[in-house]
């Protein structure tokens, strides 16, 4: 009888403990996917990041062909959109402060970008001021700022007709000498790697918001 008691004890032991052993695992589990979430950069819903400067487009919009020139003096088309996140500015090399400083912030942007995030992500200048942005002018201009970003030129109209495309107008400041300043916005353009446009981020930027903002939209793609 006591040898029976011994046996039923011992399997009711190692019932315990593998009752005990299966709750830490769960514990654990548990723990770990809670730890695991809040270390992940959390993801705005498409109003947070309107709330936040990031405006998407219901449909992302095909904006046509491109016929224009980079600060290498190589073409610049459409394709050269495709395959990675683009983000877009219209400005000028004699702007005397809103290009710079937008400029310099989107280096710093890229500076906080992480992963994936920095090898997919391409910045590009385009010049409203065509007459006087010539191609050894950007070239001097643009990677001052940073040595990876890209400055594209080409014809008054076709420039134009792109920033048209994508809801950046802009104008030459009548009733000025050759010293003359272009209005332009200061949003930055937001194109998808199907070289879509995707959206805009209103100015004034903020690093922090729109840091977040494009991380989300980058997820939020992605599904």
Known sequence: MSFFNDQV???????????????????LVIVGGFVYRIQQPRVMTSIEMQVNGLYLLETPRNFGELNLV??????????????????????????????PTTMSFLDRLVGELEGTEVEDTQVVMVSVDPARDTVDQLAAYVPY????????????????????????????????SEDYLVDHSANVVLINPRGDYH?????????????????????????
């Open 70 to 99: 980079d600060h290498h003096g190589e073409p610049f088309t459409r394709d050269r959109f495709v395959g990675r996140w683009s983000l877009v500015f219209f400005g000028f090399t004699y702007c005397p402060d809103i290009c």
């Open 145 to 176: 700022f940073n040595p990876d970003f890209i400055g594209v030129t080409g014809e008054f109209l076709d420039i134009h007709r792109f920033a048209t495309a994508l809801n950046t107008p802009f104008r030459k400041v009548p009733g000025q």
């Open 9 to 27: 004890n011992a399997v009711q032991s190692r019932g315990i403990k593998l009752t005990v052993a299966v709750i830490l695992l769960l514990m």
């Open 199 to 223: 959206g805009f981020v209103k100015a004034p930027l903020d690093l922090a918001k729109m840091k977040l903002t494009y991380r989300s939209a980058r997820v939020l793609w992605d599904y």
